[in-house]
């Protein structure tokens, strides 16, 4: 099984940013846990602020990998075209967000990411990827 998470813009900065509501550990660490935790998974991860890297990203692995999991960040709110890609290609996606986007700011309560993705998980912190990769995993 192969799953590549997707991060989007400010993610490279857990650890450093508003730790009271992203937590204290980057996200590289928490990755090397994600690693040892599923060892029967091939896990990738990719990371940009960059919008078009990002759909760039879901287009190059979305017909080919077992798993997307992506949090697109602030670029769910905003971004038609990373929704679109979600809904353009095969692999199935969930979208994942560290903190609760319901009890933020009203903004943070639109995605366009939601109606493309298999499923949404948000508000269980960094365990939220664990989440996610465990949804693909046939048992």
């Known amino acids: ?3 590549i998470i997707i991060n989007g813009p400010n993610l490279n900065l857990l650890g450093k940013r508003e730790p009271e509501v992203y937590g204290a550990e980057t996200f590289e660490d928490y990755f090397t846990k994600l690693q040892f935790r599923f060892k029967d998974v091939e896990l990738e991860y990719f ?3 960059i919008e078009g890297e990002i759909i760039s ?3 190059e692995t979305g ?3 077992d798993g997307i999991v992506l949090n697109a960040a602030a670029y769910t709110h905003t971004s038609v075209g990373i929704g679109d890609a979600v809904k353009a290609v095969e692999t199935p996606v969930v979208e994942v967000h560290i903190s609760n986007t319901h009890q933020r700011e009203d903004f943070r309560h639109v995605s366009y990411i ?3 993705a298999n499923g949404v998980i948000l508000g ?3 365990k939220s990827y664990d989440l996610a990769i465990q949804s693909f995993i046939k048992e």
């Open 1 to 3: 099984m192969k799953i």
């Open 47 to 49: 990371q940009s602020n």
């Open 57 to 59: 990203k879901i287009q």
């Open 63 to 65: 017909f080919s990998y």
């Open 114 to 116: 939601s109606a493309g």
């Open 124 to 126: 269980f912190g960094l």
